[in-house]
């Protein structure tokens, strides 16, 4: 009643499911959907169902089983519930007789040695195929998410040693506190304040660039800064800016970085990092500090740079 029963239910079953490879298939197993299949062929206490019996021969054959190689070869061979095909047979014997099975070896003679696979076991390689593609690929999601975690670790470890001083680690408390809200990393934000004003709110410049991320007056009445060397002021403005340039640079770092320092148009002009020494060597601290080459930015914030758009202009 047991057999009965779980035969049954196999008719219900899908013909083309993801099968085991045969290494990862025990004999017992395979022999009992071969068994499970002759049952089902023969109408041997249950109702004969050759569909569902091919699917298990297949099942059986492709984990390595010969008895169901040879007896799906003759279903091809006889044309029994399925249109007669000699190439399909041919491949199926030869499997089994490359397994030691006589019969098989001798029905090779009658069906010719041309080969061809079955649709089912064409079936059923795609099926394992993509499920293969598809833990290799979260195998590699799950690693590349690793390698980020680690390196976003390192990232923190790196700009917060930065911060020595009890005047520093309230600097970094604002930077904390105002980054989730304009969507700027906060070790980005330190980066650029260390190569700003290393840190001190009274920095002025030759330029009258002003405060903790050295706001140039028309820089800073853009982005609404009335109160340059207050430091929460300044550096709202300044991540405002920011987050503007990562925008209108697709979140290039590079990009981004050397616009804060040069100015977006001479980006634009030189199609990428421009050729001053400052520059250049203003990207290379930021980066010390903020090795990520790309961050998030909101598209809603700025149309991207001409020169993007562009692609005219290698970036150097």
């Known amino acids: 009643m047991i057999l009965r029963s779980a035969l049954n239910l196999l008719t219900c079953l899908p013909l083309i499911a993801v099968w085991p490879a045969q290494a990862t298939v025990s004999s017992d197993a395979a022999a009992q959907w071969r068994e499970q299949a002759r049952a089902l062929e023969h109408g041997s206490g249950v109702a004969r169902n050759l569909d569902v019996a091919i699917s298990l021969y297949c099942k059986a054959a492709m984990a390595g089983d010969a008895a169901a190689r040879y007896h799906l070869g003759w279903i091809y061979a006889m044309g029994r519930g399925v249109p007669r095909d000699d190439a399909h047979a041919s491949y199926l014997f030869r499997l089994a007789a490359d397994q030691g099975d006589e019969p098989s070896r001798n029905m090779l003679t009658l069906v010719g040695t041309r080969a061809t696979k079955p649709p089912c076991i064409v079936h059923a390689e795609l099926a394992q195929a993509e ?162 080459p790309t961050h998030p930015f909101d598209q809603r914030i700025s149309d991207p740079s001409p020169m993007l758009k562009a692609e005219t202009k290698p970036r150097t």
Do not use: C
């Open 131 to 292: 499920q293969l593609a598809r833990e290799r690929a979260a195998i590699e999601a799950a690693r590349l998410a690793a390698q980020e975690a680690a390196e976003r670790v390192a990232l923190d470890n790196r700009y917060r040693a930065l911060i020595d001083s009890a005047e520093r680690r309230k600097i970094l408390a604002i930077v904390q506190k105002l980054a989730p809200e304009y969507g700027i990393h906060p070790g980005l934000a330190v980066a650029l304040i260390r190569a700003e004003s290393n840190f001190d709110p009274q920095a002025v410049s030759t330029k009258n660039a002003q405060g903790l991320m050295q706001l140039i007056p028309e820089t800073a009445a853009r982005f609404r800064v009335t109160q340059p060397f207050d430091p929460e002021q300044n550096i709202r403005g300044g991540m405002a800016y920011l987050r503007w340039l990562l925008a209108y640079f697709q979140g290039d770092v590079d990009l981004a970085v050397a616009a804060y320092n040069a100015g977006e148009g001479a980006v634009d002009r030189f199609g990428g990092i421009p050729p001053y020494p400052e520059t250049r060597g203003y990207v290379k601290r930021i980066r010390e500090v903020f090795a990520h």
